[in-house]
């Protein structure tokens, strides 16, 4: 992945924010961010409950984000249209996104998959690398963790409040004592990802750094620092159940390392390198192989036992970000920079089985529902798009709004679906609900 450094740093910062496309636009998102005159505007900032948006609200008419379009001189359909003639989409290797065009599937837009249930504008969501977006992760329908700042939280969305459970802004050390753990710890982490599942929660950080945390204890379990290269930050983290029942987490990092920690010893278990900066790494459901993406336009699906690569995988045209596997253990994901996902099937790693477009940028996180159904693929900003699995990715519910994504993530139970929003103004968490045809019991959710 990019250096955080000199002109990817000057992009990150044009990529965030929203274009002034219209004198209005903009001075109507400053007055929000540093407060008006307005009666309603104050009283949305004192209550935060009232700023959110509800499902009965967007029933209503009222847009998710809660952006005013009716005290504005631009239309909502106007500002989408100029967004996505204006976005600009990060690439390693010029025009991937425009020469990958030639190979996506055409697919039937107009599914309705999850419903938009709450925008939680009290939950601030934030990023500290463009590239890099697994902030955001459900362990229940209605328990979120994500980072916001310096902190990680926890958002419970019944009862509508959030909680710190890791803040490292100043020094975080380890309370237990285990072999090879780093007890003098960290201080002023910059978290680049995370995982949580379970009780565990995983950190990872811009120098190497990996915090693990057990919901369930006080204080931090463990420290270690993966590396003290210069280009060390921890790209991506996945945690699993190994066969024998212990959980494991895999980091992914810019030295071109994948490193496996055992949760039960509190070890290193594995280390493998690869010829260039690993962004992301899945494991399969059987815990055999894994899908290896990096800087690289070709992928890896290697042995997890020895790191020895099984096959390479071509098609794509850039930096891949984004992996994930479908829990049948037989098909998988990969996302890149060149605005595509593309859908593998281990039968026949020749080609790709399906090719699905983004519309405005790459395709930065990708989860599948635990039950098979559905996979969310996220774009930088904007756009996330949910799939229908079962039936071959024909058709696709669009997510549409406005503002960075920091991550999505389905519950375990496939009920809830979050994505995280970054921006000055209009930054939350979105919440939206799986569509059943009992719909009549919502009365008592």
């Given at each position: ?7 990817d740093a000057e992009?990150?910062?044009d990529e965030?924010e929203?274009?002034?496309?219209d004198d209005?636009m ?23 409950k009232v ?5 009965a609200d ?11 379009w009716?005290r504005?001189s ?9 967004r996505?003639e204006q976005?600009?989409?990060?690439e390693?290797?010029?025009h991937?996104?425009e ?11 107009g ?13 601030k ?6 590239q ?5 992760w459900?362990t229940t ?13 926890h ?5 509508c409040s959030?909680a ?7 020094h975080?050390a ?7 753990s ?6 002023q982490?910059?978290?680049s990802t ?6 565990l929660l ?13 919901l369930?204890?006080p ?16 790209n ?11 959980v494991?987490?895999?980091?992914s990092n810019?030295d ?13 278990s ?19 192989l894994?899908?290896?993406v990096?800087d690289s336009?070709?992928?890896m699906?290697v042995?997890?036992?020895s790191?020895?690569?099984?096959t390479?995988?071509?098609?794509h045209l ?7 596997w479908h829990?049948d253990g037989?098909?998988?994901?990969t996302?890149n ?8 099937d ?5 080609k790709s ?5 983004g519309n ?11 039950d ?7 774009e ?13 990715y024909e058709k696709?519910q669009?997510?549409d ?7 999505v993530s ?32 919502d009365s008592?959710v």
């Amino acid at each position: 992945m990019s250096h955080y450094q000199g002109d990817d740093a000057e992009y990150m910062e044009d990529e965030y924010e929203m274009e002034d496309v219209d004198d209005d636009m903009d001075e109507e998102f400053r007055a929000r961010e540093m407060g008006s005159d307005s009666d309603i505007d104050e009283y949305d900032y004192l209550n935060n409950k009232v700023a959110d948006t509800s499902a009965a609200d967007a029933r209503n008419g009222k847009d998710i984000q809660g952006i005013p379009w009716e005290r504005l001189s631009i239309t909502r359909d106007k500002y989408r249209q100029t967004r996505l003639e204006q976005y600009k989409n990060y690439e390693n290797i010029p025009h991937s996104g425009e020469d990958s065009k030639k190979d996506c599937k055409i697919t039937e837009k107009g599914g309705m998959y999850y419903e938009f249930r709450r925008n939680s504008r009290s939950v601030k969501s934030t990023i500290l690398h463009f590239q890099l977006r697994n902030l955001v992760w459900a362990t229940t329908k209605h328990d979120v963790y994500l980072m916001s700042h310096f902190s990680v939280i926890h958002w419970s969305s019944l009862t509508c409040s959030k909680a710190d459970v890791l803040d490292v802004s100043g020094h975080v050390a380890p309370t237990e004592k285990h072999p090879g753990s780093l007890l003098e710890g960290f201080t002023q982490t910059q978290v680049s990802t995370l995982a949580v599942k379970d009780n565990l929660l995983v950190a990872g950080g811009f120098q190497g750094e990996l915090i693990c945390k057990h919901l369930d204890r006080p204080g931090v379990s463990f420290c270690s620092r993966t590396t003290y290269d210069d280009n060390a930050i921890t790209n991506a983290v996945e945690i699993y159940d190994s066969p024998s029942g212990a959980v494991h987490f895999t980091a992914s990092n810019n030295d071109c390392g994948v490193r496996d920690f055992d949760m039960e010893k509190y070890q290193l278990s594995k280390h493998f390198r690869f010829p260039w900066p690993v962004n992301h790494t899945s494991l399969s459901p059987d815990g055999k192989l894994l899908t290896i993406v990096g800087d690289s336009p070709d992928g890896m699906l290697v042995d997890s036992s020895s790191g020895k690569t099984v096959t390479s995988l071509s098609g794509h045209l850039d930096f891949s970000f984004a992996s994930a596997w479908h829990p049948d253990g037989v098909t998988f994901a990969t996302g890149n920079q060149d605005k595509t996902c593309r859908i593998w099937d281990v039968r026949n790693l020749s080609k790709s089985l399906a090719v699905l477009k983004g519309n405005l940028g790459a395709i930065r996180s990708i989860r599948y529902t635990s039950d098979g159904q559905y996979m969310a693929m996220a774009e930088p900003a904007d756009f996330v798009h949910v799939y229908d699995v079962k039936n071959g990715y024909e058709k696709e519910q669009e997510i549409d709004f406005f503002g960075e994504i920091s991550g999505v993530s389905f519950s375990p139970d496939t009920e809830a679906l979050y994505i995280g929003v970054w921006d000055r103004t209009y930054g939350s968490l979105l919440e939206y609900g799986r569509c059943r045809n009992y719909s009549y019991l919502d009365s008592f959710v």
